[in-house]
């Protein structure tokens, strides 16, 4: 990376797309916060079950496993600024009958659950478009850059979405839903002002090993798992932050801390929500006028590190004070790996298989937060919360031992930029 690319900082706004994009991955990352916020509480109110709040997590992520192999040829075969409009506008109806249901005399869970699969569907089509659509928007040398600052936008959001949730939830789920229904509505108008169209890639005919039909089509939809396969930096990149987040995360046993264990109500909640995307939001500052080029896999294995240890100390705390700044360094080491991880992910990947490889990554994403919010909830009714969260952690720390010795190319991976 040359020194001008290293000061790039904000001068990426300067590109009016990108500009939108980060208006509407704002908007968006903030909807989606203050959903979690409210379906949490919501949940937990109505079953005091861990294993409804773990069930949550699971209705998110079956859409997304199954339409993996679909999303990412969707985003590679359609405007990728169509796919979010549609995308956003369609997670702004589900909202919206979010709102309805939570606010009616509907005494059955099941409704929720049937919204929230909604949601999630749309969000599986959009986040590989979202992935996929950034280095269309800016030159090469400010993509890593335009990374850090898109998920500044994110972390943004998930530091107002919970606060603003867990306030508005004074007033009720409903007007929590009914929030973010605009939301989302108004970043699916956003993208209609948006100028790039990225180069779609054309239907082929019989490919080089002369399959056709199905045979071709299923060759072309898994083209992204192998690819990943295929090489070790981006699976061991891409598979460590799965494992860790998987064991590691505690959101989904949040709505049980802020009840139970810290005694804090939903305003609590979200606070304790928002601590994470705090620390991630000061370290995507950092990274954006400091990025990283040296030592990269010495700094993504070590910030997984540090995320188990505070894992477990948040876990064993029943002080709000001292569960904060836990959270708050958990924060900060996430950013780093996601940083990492993203950067490594669609640098190393040519952009006729950036979408499949993003629908993947968005999987192994999706797989690390919400089967991990399903394995807290499971083992959160058989050992308790503060059991699952602390085993979690340890477990996390095992993994990053692991992970070291099956990829020494990540490992000793120097330049992030080569």
Known sequence: MSDASANVGWAVFRIRDYSIFFVCRLLS?????????????????????????????????????????????????????????????????????????????????????????LNSVARAFANPASQAIVPTLVPREMFSTAVAISSSAYQTAI?????????????????????????????????????????QTPLAGPDA???????????????????????????????????????????????????????????????LRSMPAIGAFTMSIVLTHFPMNSKTGFRMFGAVGIFGAFTIVFGLSTSFWLSIPALIIMGCAD????????????????????????????????????????????????IGPVGAVVAGGVGTLLIVALWMRFFPELRDRDKLVA
């Open 29 to 117: 990352g903030m909807a989606y916060m203050m959903n979690d916020v409210a379906l949490g509480w919501l949940v937990y109110d109505r079953t005091h079950s861990p294993l409804a709040l773990g069930m949550v997590g699971l209705t998110i992520f079956a859409p997304n496993i199954l339409l993996v192999l679909v999303v990412g040829q969707v985003a590679e075969r359609v405007d990728r600024r169509a796919i979010l409009i549609c995308s956003f506008a369609l997670m702004s109806l589900s909202s919206a009958c979010l709102a309805f249901v939570s606010e009616s005399s509907i005494a059955a869970i099941w409704p929720i659950f049937m919204l929230v699969a």
């Open 209 to 271: 090993q002369g399959r056709t039909g199905f045979a071709a089509r299923w060759h072309i939809l898994t083209a992204g798992f192998r690819f990943i396969a295929g090489r070790p930096l981006v699976l061991g990149t891409i598979s460590l932050d799965l494992f860790a987040v998987l064991l590691g995360g505690a959101t989904a046993l949040l709505p049980i801390y802020a009840a139970d264990i810290l005694h804090t109500g939903p305003m609590g909640l979200g606070t």
């Open 159 to 199: 530091i107002a979405g919970p606060a603003i949730g867990g306030i508005a939830y004074i007033w009720g789920p409903g007007f929590v839903f009914s929030l973010t229904a605009l939301a989302f509505g108004v970043a699916s108008l956003s993208m209609v002002l948006m100028q790039t169209r990225a180069r």
């Open 335 to 382: 950013m780093v790996s996601v940083y990492i991880r993203n950067t490594l992910v669609q640098m190393e990947t040519p952009d006729d298989m950036r979408g499949r490889v993003s629908a993947v990554n968005t999987l192994f994403v999706g797989a690390s937060n919400q089967l991990g919010e399903f394995e807290s909830g499971v083992v959160a009714s058989l």
